[in-house]
């Protein structure tokens, strides 16, 4: 009963994104920014599923219960922060350019290896992003209907790759409104469930209000702020999220959809940090048999209760995963491959057809990955681990800097990367569990080094880009002062030549 609910639910969002798939005709700018034609409503809807995946809630829910609510609730408030951000301080800016991904920004700002290399290293990070959403579904098909977690991931794939391939953004954003519904009535409605039937209780020494989670060290302290900095501050160079801002009517409808997605995010994700920190108080739960929300919907929720809650679950990670699908794959094809939209009537344009061929590889590297790390919530934070050391300074200092050079940002990269790989080999966790991805056996780190080797990492990019941009001169082919675009110009933007 309960798969068969959740089936139905996939059905429905795969009807509506395969249906919305006719308004791309055949333009590669339907397809990766919507036409620049979304409102408030879609856009905000969309920023909060993308941010409102599995590793908020299912990943939430295990970290909440295994170490506290800081623990969890870190993934949701650090994206909430992020878009806070972003309203504050992106949207409009990033808006006015008329990108097309956020690959165009390194390119036009800085010049063409640069392009590439981030471009790489975003590719990278959204793999592990994509992977993390398709962990949750492999567990989710596991336990509810028996098929090994492998098969559960390659048919959750397969089935966002079928709407998403066909209408791109416009697919994503409008099934984002049916996933955002589902999972902002499903997450009130099992809390006050939960509320109503065993009280909000908390364990001793894990409630929001218990900030040694945050001031002491054998409490993890470390790890939560290495979650809130590197969600908060490493998302920004999201190439998800930046899609939305850039598929907004107006650089206004960007800003205040930010807004309206970080309130929405912090909001499920206390929520279900609570609704897991009651389920140890009271129902004694553990979640080393199965993700801690499984068990509470299975063995304790009404049927219907536990369809909405699974259904809900199932939605936001798939909006998530079309995202990083999406923007992952234009990356690739149009700032590694320099594949150009090409606007002439009558003529097929090779971004659009491209895009979709690239797909494929990428869903295979995030099916590897999932497989190899099935972690819940540690895959989200690691992806922008790597972007705050590697990416965040030449993004966020480079838009408003003019003293930022290509050099500085090529340094800054590198310097940023080779810390958090050297130190993510030598630590033997992985934010509060075994670093089975990259660890090398070694005498030299503990266990008690995990967060801080995200916010050295970070510190040592950033302090390496700006050493350098003080002694650097800016190359020729730089836009140190960035033109904001004209909004109503049709036409792509002067991007950094190709090669």
């Known amino acids: 009963m309960i798969i068969t609910g959740v089936a139905l639910t996939v059905l429905v969002v795969l009807v509506v994104g395969i249906a919305v798939a006719r308004k791309i005709d055949g333009d590669s700018a339907n397809y990766l920014v919507a036409g620049r034609q979304l409102g408030v409503p879609l856009v905000a809807v969309a920023l909060t599923t993308s941010?409102?995946?599995?590793?908020?809630?299912?990943?939430?829910?295990?970290?909440?219960?295994?170490?506290?609510?800081?623990?969890?609730?870190s993934l949701a408030i650090g994206l909430a922060i992020c878009l806070l951000l972003a309203g504050l301080f992106l949207a409009r800016p990033m808006n006015?350019?008329?990108?097309?991904?956020?690959?165009?920004?390194?390119?036009?700002?800085?010049?063409?290896?640069?392009?590439?290399?981030?471009?790489?290293?975003?590719?990278?990070?959204?793999?592990?992003?994509?992977?993390?959403?398709?962990?949750?579904?492999?567990?989710?098909?596991?336990?509810?209907?028996?098929?090994?977690?492998?098969?559960?991931?390659?048919?959750a794939v397969c089935l966002v790759l079928a709407y998403t391939i066909g209408g791109?953004?416009?697919?994503?954003?409008?099934?984002?409104?049916?996933?955002?519904?589902?999972?902002?009535?499903?997450?009130?409605?099992?809390?006050?469930?939960?509320?109503?039937k065993y009280g909000i209780a908390i364990p001793d020494g894990l409630g929001p209000f218990d900030l040694g989670q945050l001031t002491d060290s054998s409490q993890g302290a470390p790890i939560n702020w290495a979650t809130l900095v590197s969600l908060g501050i490493g998302d920004l160079v999201a190439i998800d999220f930046m899609q939305r801002i850039f598929a907004a009517r107006t650089p206004e409808i960007a800003r205040r959809a930010c807004f309206v997605g970080a309130g929405a995010t912090a909001i499920v994700g206390v929520l279900w940090s609570l609704i897991a920190l009651t389920s140890v108080a009271k129902l004694?739960?553990?979640?080393?048999?199965?993700?801690?929300?499984y068990q509470?919907?299975?063995e304790h929720a009404p049927t219907m209760l536990a369809v909405l809650s699974l259904s809900g679950i199932v939605a936001a990670s798939f909006s998530t995963a079309s995202g990083a699908i999406l923007a992952t794959s234009a990356v690739a094809v149009r700032n590694i491959a320099g594949v150009r939209r090409d606007v002439e009537p009558g003529h097929h344009d090779p971004l659009l057809r491209w895009t979709r061929v690239a797909m494929i590889p990428v869903v295979v590297v995030g099916i590897v990955f999932a497989i190899r790390v099935s972690q819940t919530g540690i895959?989200?934070?690691?992806?922008?681990?790597?972007?705050?050391?590697?990416?965040?300074?030449?993004?966020?200092?480079?838009?408003?800097?003019?003293?930022?050079?290509?050099?500085?940002?090529?340094?800054?990269a590198g310097v940023g990367l080779v810390v958090r790989l050297v130190l993510l080999a030598l630590t033997p966790t992985l934010y509060g569990v075994p670093n089975d991805l990259f660890h090398v056996d070694n005498d030299l780190v503990g266990a008690g080094?995990?967060?801080?080797?995200?916010?050295?990492?970070?510190?040592?990019?950033?302090?390496?880009?700006?050493?350098?941009?003080?002694?650097?001169?800016?190359?020729?082919?730089?836009?140190?002062?960035?033109?904001?675009?004209?909004?109503?110009?049709?036409e792509e933007p002067e991007l950094a030549p190709a090669g």
């Open 51 to 73: 941010a409102v995946d599995s590793n908020a809630t299912v990943g939430n829910t295990d970290l909440s219960a295994a170490y506290g609510f800081w623990a969890g609730a």
């Open 96 to 155: 006015r350019m008329g990108l097309f991904t956020l690959g165009d920004f390194f390119a036009r700002r800085y010049n063409r290896p640069v392009e590439v290399v981030a471009s790489v290293l975003m590719i990278f990070a959204f793999t592990i992003l994509l992977a993390g959403n398709l962990v949750a579904m492999g567990f989710l098909v596991e336990y509810f209907t028996g098929m090994s977690y492998d098969v559960g991931v390659v048919l």
């Open 168 to 196: 791109g953004l416009f697919s994503d954003a409008y099934t984002a409104v049916i996933q955002a519904i589902i999972t902002g009535v499903a997450t009130i409605v099992l809390f006050c469930w939960v509320a109503g």
């Open 284 to 293: 004694g739960l553990a979640s080393d048999p199965a993700p801690i929300i």
């Open 296 to 298: 509470l919907l299975d």
């Open 379 to 412: 895959l989200l934070t690691l992806a922008f681990d790597l972007m705050l050391a590697c990416l965040a300074a030449p993004f966020l200092i480079g838009l408003f800097w003019k003293r930022a050079t290509s050099t500085a940002a090529l340094v800054g």
């Open 449 to 490: 080094f995990d967060g801080w080797a995200t916010l050295v990492s970070a510190a040592a990019g950033t302090a390496a880009f700006v050493l350098t941009a003080l002694v650097t001169r800016p190359h020729a082919d730089e836009e140190p002062e960035l033109r904001l675009a004209d909004r109503t110009l049709p």
